[in-house]
T-cell receptor, first 121, second 108 residues
């Protein structure tokens, strides 16, 4: 089956530092990758959608200058949390899709990575 | 109003019980519907898609009522391993919209 990895799985950093999270599709080429954030006891919230070779589309309320997304290849997308603060502490999850997730009624599935738990001190 | 609403629970049930989860969604143009399962501190995993005709996968039955914008999941003969958070998910314009999740705890 389709496998998506994330690295690191857990990171603890000091306030003000930047943290990079990698998302890789291991056995397929992902046209589109999605980045989500989940706070404790809350639902996953989509942060942004990225297509290989183009700029990411951010959801309303998500600062694009704070959450830098690079989708350099069909198997790798990175999320950089710049100048992290304690309120950025969260569970960050990526997913990858072959068809961009836009095809209703198809097996255009999003495959989720295992998540990265970020703690900012 | 949230786009996808679920009763957060927790639902505490004994092994062997039947439990039902409900979910409502606000956008009538939503395209596809799913139930995901999320274990503590893990990523969500697709449990099953939901179709208007209703669909069953072993002990799990999902129903969709488009007119009422309502989705349900029924779990029969609950197992200890069913303990998790169940997420109602709606696809709109290629994006997955997640409900808050309903926590299920199955006790011996």
């Amino acid at each position: 089956g389709a496998v998506v990895s994330q690295h690191p799985s857990r990171v603890i950093c000091k306030s003000g530092t930047s943290v990079k999270i990698e998302c890789r599709s291991l056995d397929f080429q992902a046209t589109t990758m999605f980045w989500y954030r989940q706070f404790p006891k809350q639902s996953l919230m989509l942060m942004a959608t990225s297509n290989e070779g183009s700029k990411a589309t951010y959801e309303q309320g998500v600062e694009k200058d704070k959450f830098l997304i690079n989708h350099a290849s069909l198997t790798l997308s990175t999320l950089t949390v710049t100048s992290a603060h304690p309120e950025d502490s969260s569970f960050y999850i990526c997913s990858a899709s072959v068809g961009g997730g836009k095809l209703a009624g198809t097996t255009d599935t999003q495959y989720f990575g295992p998540g990265t738990r970020l703690t900012v001190l | 109003r949230k786009e996808v609403e679920q009763d957060p629970g927790p639902f505490n049930v004994p092994e062997g019980a039947t439990v039902a989860f409900n979910c409502t969604y606000s956008n009538s143009a939503s395209q596809s519907f799913f139930w995901y399962r999320q274990d503590c501190r893990k990523e969500p995993k697709l449990l099953m898609s939901v179709y208007s005709s209703g669909n069953e996968d072993g002990r799990f039955t999902a129903q969709l009522n488009r007119a009422s914008q309502y989705i349900s999941l029924l779990i029969r003969d609950s197992k200890l391993s069913d303990s998790a958070t169940y997420l109602c998910v709606v696809k709109e314009g290629g994006k997955l919209i997640f409900g808050q999740g309903t926590e299920l705890s199955v006790k011996p």
